[in-house]
């Protein structure tokens, strides 16, 4: 018995020895285990901490792109509004150009109208003048003519008188004609002057 006891002894202090071996085994298994978990975490973790850090970078940048964004749509809204403003600003100016356009148009239409009368009235205006030059100058051989048979007149009374002696009559008479034809004839220079 003794020699199973020691064989018992021995077994089991195998089993004991093979069981802290095996936690030994098992244990610095598990510790290199550890190890190189807690490298990986240590990495992952600088990892992350590395993508954290460029994923704060990178929404500052969002940020910053976006703020840049809501700018760029203001301006594009503001620019949009001052393109419509101008935009209308440039058809008032166009249609107010084809109104001016069409009234420069219309005053050289007129003014061409204008100066053609003025033409046609210049030639009226010469036309009357001629005419009355050739008045004036009628009416002028007219007074002529006037002051010929009043010199006339005297002359054929004075003859009259002169063969006749006495007949007072027949000379007023005759005197009377000439004088009314005579008066006549002021009337109608008077007549003529008046339309000069």
Request: aromatic letters at 6%; hydrophobic letters at 35%.
């Amino acid at each position: 018995m003794s020699f199973m006891k020691s064989n018992v002894n021995v077994v089991l202090l195998g089993l004991v020895i093979l069981s802290m071996a095996g936690i030994v085994v098992i244990t610095v298994y598990y510790q290199e285990t550890f190890d190189q978990l807690y490298d990986e975490y240590e990495t992952k973790l600088r990892e992350l901490n590395q993508t954290m850090i460029e994923l704060d970078v990178h929404m500052k940048q969002l940020n910053t792109t976006q703020f840049e964004l809501e700018i760029r749509s203001e301006r594009e809204e503001e620019l949009s509004g001052k393109y419509t403003d101008v935009k209308e600003k440039k058809d008032d100016i166009a249609e107010e150009l084809n109104d001016t356009a069409a009234e420069l148009k219309q005053t050289k239409d007129d003014y061409i109208r204008t100066h053609n009368q003025l033409r046609i009235t210049e030639k009226d205006l010469e036309d009357t003048k001629d005419a009355l030059e050739d008045a004036m100058r009628k009416l002028n051989n007219y007074e002529n003519a006037v002051a010929s048979l009043d010199d006339n007149a005297e002359d054929v009374r004075t003859t009259i008188n002169i063969w006749l002696g006495d007949p007072e009559d027949v000379c007023y008479e005759l005197a009377d004609d000439i004088d009314e034809d005579f008066d006549d004839l002021e009337e109608d220079i008077s007549a003529l002057k008046d339309i000069s």
